[in-house]
Structures are given as structure tokens and as C-alpha cells.
């Protein structure tokens, strides 16, 4: 796969800026707690009573990964976008930014992720109910950053799927743990994609592709005897294709073992409309347990590479 010059400058100069985007974020440190004198300096720092997990959490803080396709994408691409989460207690709005580069004739690829800003609103009760040290329930927030490699175990064979290895981490530089927004702690997962499709000569729908997800998704607690948590990671779609637009319907989530919570389950369904080597996506996710949400998701897609 070759690119341009001005495809490769312009690729590294999207990843500098989401980069550059996730380090003011250290500079914006929780206020710490009061001291009370009268527990001799023994009580609980007020991170202790919170739980992080994404049932007490807001919607960008531990989202259910997207479900690879078992394939390596031919070109690379930036996208951006916008989103709305909404629950009974807990309205946000965020931007999106995904730059994903596929390299060694699409055997590898590297992507970095993120929500650069969100701005949130939390009634009373939501508060309460995750234990937030400000008193204050609207706000901006800036998020997690997410770094992935992809690698191709099987392609194009024709008794066996597509398997595709993803490894990724999440980094710590997410903002407001004190407003329950990200959780200002480190996390990793990994899995195996794998899928296969079919395609159809003169037919109204050009291909279908069904693809799934195992994998394994860990993250840190801020708790003293259960330092993170655990959870299988798994997910399944169905892509559906008519040549200019694409179809999908997307069941994922994860499993954690502590039970608090933390076994999130998601359905997607998205729309994409090809212009070119761009395309334009729309989404809908609605969370089907621990994950009280109703989403809304629009975001176009800058490809570069032939």
C-alpha cells in the first residue's frame, strides 16, 4: 500500500494533535479532601467509596470497546465526530477523534482514540448515587485516550473466517473522577476477532459479512483489596452492503467479576454512507444492562491511501 507525502505528514500530524489534546488534562487535578480531626487522620480518601464501574460511571468513562470485523482496514482514515448520551440522571455531550493507519500491505494497523472534551449534567440523585466529592453536577471534562495494534492471523482463506489480534490500553489522562466522569486509572484489553462475508453479483445487496469478538478487558479500581477488575470481553455483528451504503447491527459487552455493576451490554446499529475514499457515519446505541444510556453518534471519516 503506498501513500502520499501529504497523506503521511498529514497522518502524523493528526496523531501529535490528539496527543497534544490529552495533556492538558494532567494539569486539572481533583481537589483533594478536607481533613477531619477528629479520625486522627485515618479516614478514607473520598476515591475509596466510589465504584468504578461503568453502571456508576458516566458513558465515556469504561464503554464497551467496538467489535473488530476480523479484518484489516485497506486505508487509513481520521475520523471525527460528535455524541450524545442520555439517562434519567446523567446528559452529556462529547466530540469523538479516531485516527487508524494500517501499514506492512494491511497485515498491521495502529489506531489512537478518544473523547477530546464532554460536557455533562448530573441531577441530584445521580450524584448521590455515585458518590461524587464536587458539589457541582454540570461541567466539561476532558477524556481517556486509547492506543491499539492490530495484527492479521488469517486472511482470505477459504475454509477459514478472517482472524484478526487486537492488543490496546487505556491511558489515565481522563479528567473529573470527582464528578464520576473518567477514572483516572490505567487499563488494558485484548482479543480475537474473526468474521467472514459473502458476496453477491447483481443483486441489490452487494455482501454480507457476520464477524465476532472474544477477548479479555481489565481495569484499575482504586480499591485496597480488589486493586482492578477483570472482565471477558465479547461481542458479534452483521454487516449488511449495497455498495454506497452499509448496514449494521452490533451486540457487545463485557463481563466483570465483581458484580458491582460492571457487566455492561450494548446493542449498536449504524448506518454508513461511502463519498469516495470518505464516508459519513450515523449511530444509535442503546445500553441493554449496567450501561444506562441512549446514545446518538454522527461522525465522518477522512481516508487517505490508495
Do not use: C
Amino acid at each position: 500500500m503506498r501513500y502520499s507525502k501529504t497523506d503521511i505528514y498529514l497522518g502524523i500530524l493528526i496523531l501529535l494533535t490528539a496527543i497534544f489534546i490529552s495533556i492538558p488534562v494532567y494539569s486539572q487535578p481533583d481537589p483533594p479532601i478536607d481533613a477531619d480531626p477528629n479520625t486522627n487522620g485515618y479516614e478514607l480518601h473520598w476515591t475509596r467509596y466510589m465504584v468504578l464501574s461503568p453502571g456508576y460511571m458516566g458513558p465515556n468513562a469504561l464503554p464497551v470497546p467496538y467489535v473488530p470485523k476480523g479484518t484489516i482496514e485497506k486505508r487509513g482514515y481520521f475520523q471525527s465526530g460528535a455524541e450524545v448520551h442520555m439517562s434519567s440522571g446523567d446528559q452529556t455531550q462529547n466530540l469523538y477523534a479516531h485516527f487508524y493507519l494500517p501499514i506492512a500491505d494491511s497485515t498491521v494497523a495502529i489506531e489512537a482514540y478518544g473523547v477530546p472534551v464532554e460536557r455533562y449534567h448530573l441531577d441530584t440523585a445521580t450524584r448521590y448515587r455515585r458518590k461524587t466529592h464536587l458539589l457541582v453536577g454540570e461541567g466539561y471534562a476532558s477524556g481517556d485516550v486509547y492506543f491499539a495494534t492490530h495484527i492479521s492471523l488469517l486472511k482470505d482463506r477459504q475454509k477459514w473466517p478472517d482472524m484478526v489480534l487486537r492488543a490496546g490500553i487505556k491511558t489515565a489522562s481522563g479528567s473529573k473522577l470527582s464528578a464520576a466522569r473518567f477514572t483516572d486509572s490505567p487499563g488494558y484489553f485484548f482479543d480475537i476477532s474473526f468474521g467472514k462475508e459473502k458476496h453477491f453479483a447483481g443483486k441489490p445487496v452487494n455482501s454480507i459479512r457476520w464477524y465476532g469478538m472474544l477477548g479479555f478487558y481489565s481495569w484499575q479500581t482504586h480499591k485496597h483489596k480488589h486493586m482492578q477488575d477483570d472482565a471477558f470481553l465479547y461481542g458479534g455483528g452483521l454487516d449488511i452492503s449495497t455498495g454506497k451504503y452499509t448496514f449494521t447491527n452490533v451486540l457487545a459487552g463485557y463481563a466483570g467479576y465483581r458484580k458491582n455493576e460492571d457487566q455492561p451490554l450494548v446493542y449498536r446499529f449504524k448506518i454508513d454512507r461511502k463519498i469516495h475514499k470518505h464516508k459519513i457515519r450515523l449511530q444509535y446505541q442503546a445500553g441493554l444492562n449496567h450501561y444506562p444510556y441512549q446514545s446518538l453518534h454522527i461522525s465522518f471519516f477522512y481516508g487517505f491511501g490508495n
